[in-house]
């Protein structure tokens, strides 16, 4: 990996960064789609490519049941499984041990799997996840971590942070002693739960292991927990985290999300979000998400966005034919699914062009007034950016503000 900082904001931790894989060049702050099982859901690799992505990730669990690394190894890796090539990222199996934690077993040598395909018993240790994103080939590959989810409380927590720690020093000794480090690069994942001595203590700790790790992950978040919390956790982390490494925040998707994590100091990161939510008939806007399957759709010649590039809008394919598509052929949610992956790349583009221009808190109050002007900023958003310097209701006329819950208030009433 080359990676280079090619320019800071002025006022928040943003910043514009250069990574260059044995694949390509990946320019950051990027989102990264999910092709969890060797594609994004609706797109062959080809129409991904020539959306502009650069980087896309995919699932070692999974891949690992189907097709198999037998499979992968013939092939020649995921790459050439998969037809792509551009840079690609594995999650390294940790996140599983969450969504599929009635089929698991937590123990120090791993995690032992029942496959919900078969039934049949897995072992998933640090070293045999390193191996099998070896078979993979990806450009990014990333340690076996003990994840619980982030609404989980007491010694557990603690537990699973430190057998983290373990686990990165075992996944190091197993991508060393591979050869691989020349052409893989092995991430880091800081965990500690919403704990914050406990993030503290993990970051130190993997920050001990700079030299032999090529990136870091803040991992155990987006799990459910208050927005409030998720923000503070990924600014403690991100503040500590050393500058000349990407760092990723996982598992975040949406807009206000991403911006908000970029500006806290957070290079990538994926979610399944904006794939998903097309297959729901929700096209992405920088006017706020627009469901197509609502009615009010169906005489709507208009385009989902007229300044969009992505081949659904350059085609004209308009609303009210997106809205009678959507509710009873798969064209509709491939045609959204385009479009969605090309919104989330325009925003961290717009970012990234902001942030060398240097107008990025311009940018992030242009977004959020056109993204909730109408309905409210969000409170945590609000306040995550104002201790980076930001203030989005600055110039405002009477800004409301919505919590967690919901509730809509008058900024005034809330200082």
């Known amino acids: 990996m080359q990676f280079e900082v090619l320019a800071r904001c002025q006022t928040t931790r943003a910043r514009v ?20 099982q060797a594609a994004i859901k609706g797109l062959t690799p080809q129409q991904t490519d020539a959306l502009g992505i650069t980087l896309i990730l995919n699932n070692t669990y999974h891949l690992n049941l189907r097709p198999g690394i037998k499979v992968l190894n013939e092939a020649g890796g995921a790459h050439k499984f998969q037809g792509w090539k551009r840079n690609l990222l594995t999650d390294s199996g940790g996140f599983q041990l969450v969504s599929l934690s009635e089929f698991t077993k937590i123990t120090e040598e791993g995690a032992l799997f029942a496959s919900p395909f078969t039934g049949e018993p897995t072992m998933l240790t640090p070293e045999e996840s390193i191996a099998i994103q070896h078979s993979i080939g990806a450009d990014i590959i990333m340690q076996l971590d003990d994840v619980v989810s982030s609404l989980t409380v007491g010694p557990r927590v603690e537990e699973a942070m430190w057998r983290s720690v373990r686990w990165l020093d075992r996944c190091i000794a197993m991508h ?6 020349a052409s893989q690069n092995l991430f880091a994942i800081v965990q500690g739960g919403l ?43 991100a503040d500590k985290l050393p500058l000349d490494r990407p760092r990723y925040c996982m598992g975040i998707g949406f807009a206000e999300d991403l911006l908000v994590c970029v500006a806290l100091g957070v290079d990538m990161a994926d979610c399944v979000f904006p794939t998903r939510t097309a297959r729901f008939g929700v096209a992405l806007t920088f006017n706020g998400p627009v469901n197509l399957r609502l009615a009010k759709n169906a005489l709507d010649l208009n385009i989902i966005d007229d300044d969009c590039p992505c081949p659904t809008c350059h085609s004209r394919m308009s609303r009210a034919h997106l809205h009678h598509l959507v509710t009873i052929e798969t064209v509709g949610a491939h045609a ?49 950016l104002r201790s980076v310097g930001v203030d989005l209701l600055h110039g405002v006329d009477n800004p409301k503000v919505v919590d967690d819950n919901g509730a809509k208030w008058d900024y005034a009433d809330t200082t």
């Not at 060393?176 to 480090?181: I, L, P, T, V, W």
């Not at 583009?349 to 993204?371: C, H, Q, T, V």
Request: glycine fraction near 10%; proline fraction near 3%; include cysteine.
């Open 336 to 384: 959204i699914t385009q479009h969605n992956i090309v919104f989330q790349a325009r925003v961290m583009g717009r970012a990234r062009d902001a942030i060398m221009d240097g107008k990025f808190p311009e940018y992030l109050r242009s977004f959020f007034a056109n993204y909730y002007g109408n309905d409210g900023y969000p409170r945590w958003c609000v306040d995550a």
């Open 176 to 181: 060393e002693q591979s050869g691989r480090n």
């Open 195 to 237: 704990d914050s001595r406990l993030r503290d203590l993990c970051v130190d700790e993997m920050v001990k292991r700079k030299d032999r790790v090529a990136g870091y992950a803040i991992g155990g978040l987006s799990g459910g927990e208050a927005k409030d919390v998720f923000w503070k956790i990924v600014k403690q982390c």
């Open 17 to 36: 960064c250069r990574m260059t894989l044995a694949h390509g060049t990946t320019f950051l702050p990027t989102f990264m789609p999910v092709a969890t």
